[in-house]
T-cell receptor, first 113, second 115 residues
Framework: AQSVSQHNHHVILSEAASLELGCNYS??????LFWYVQYPGQHLQLLLK??????LVKGIKGFEAEFIKSKFSFNLRKPSVQWSDTAEYFC???????????FGSGTRLLVRP | GAVVSQHPSRVICKSGTSVKIECRSL??????MFWYRQFPKQSLMLMAT?????????EQGVEKDKFLINHASLTLSTLTVTSAHPEDSSFYIC???????????FGPGTRLLVL
């Protein structure tokens, strides 16, 4: 069965620090990859997605993610975080064998001012 | 971007009663809607998938007679928690997908508390 792993459950950074959140998936076929963000008290919002083409995907709010097929990874990055980036981040995947969106366990990011 | 709404945002009910939660896609036609449950500090768990005009497909372990799903139109799906019990208390989230876009857009969620 497909699965998504987010190894960092909690991350604490100071403002202006660089961010990289790990995401690995287990499936050998074609995948669609997503990062969603859930700000405190708000609903899940799509940050960015990868379907095909350039493996470096740019999303909203300065976030980007890189699809590395050989590593089954889709890590999320931001060069300089802000206090307002405090949220929970979820990596998710669908595939050519399943339309279902499989979520990782999430990473809680706290950015200290 | 696509907007999905849910109503109500919070509901408190007595054990044994039924609760209906609505999910609407406001600016697109949702051929498929999904219902998730999120426990505190955990990820989303898919409960069921519904396509407009057909029966919902439930995930393993989800009781279809307890969690009734109706997707009567391309903009509305409802989840009815029947004979609710305290263990049904949770955060229920819907998402919608449609218009040829293979991306799910999520509603704000409904927090259910069963006393």
């Amino acid at each position: 069965a497909q699965s998504v792993s987010q190894h960092n459950h909690h991350v604490i950074l100071s403002e202006a620090a660089s961010l990289e959140l790990g995401c690995n998936y287990s499936y050998g076929g074609t995948v669609n990859l997503f990062w969603y963000v859930q700000y405190p008290g708000q609903h899940l919002q799509l940050l960015l997605k990868y379907f095909s083409g350039d493996p470096l995907v740019k999303g909203i709010k300065g976030f980007e993610a890189e699809f590395i097929k050989s590593k089954f990874s889709f890590n999320l990055r931001k060069p300089s975080v802000q206090w307002s980036d405090t949220a929970e981040y979820f990596c998710a995947v669908t595939s050519d064998s399943s339309y279902k969106l499989i979520f990782g366990s999430g990473t809680r990011l706290l950015v200290r001012p | 971007g696509a907007v999905v709404s849910q109503h109500p945002s919070r509901v408190i009910c007595k054990s044994g009663t039924s609760v209906k939660i609505e999910c609407r896609s406001l600016d697109f036609q949702a051929t498929t809607m999904f219902w998730y449950r999120q426990f505190p500090k955990q990820s989303l768990m898919l409960m069921a998938t519904s396509n407009e005009g057909s029966k919902a497909t439930y995930e393993q372990g989800v009781e279809k007679d307890k969690f009734l799903i109706n997707h009567a139109s391309l903009t509305l799906s409802t989840l009815t928690v029947t004979s609710a019990h305290p263990e049904d208390s949770s955060f229920y989230i819907c998402s919608a997908e449609g218009g040829g876009i293979e991306t799910q857009y999520f509603g704000p969620g409904t927090r259910l508390l069963v006393l």
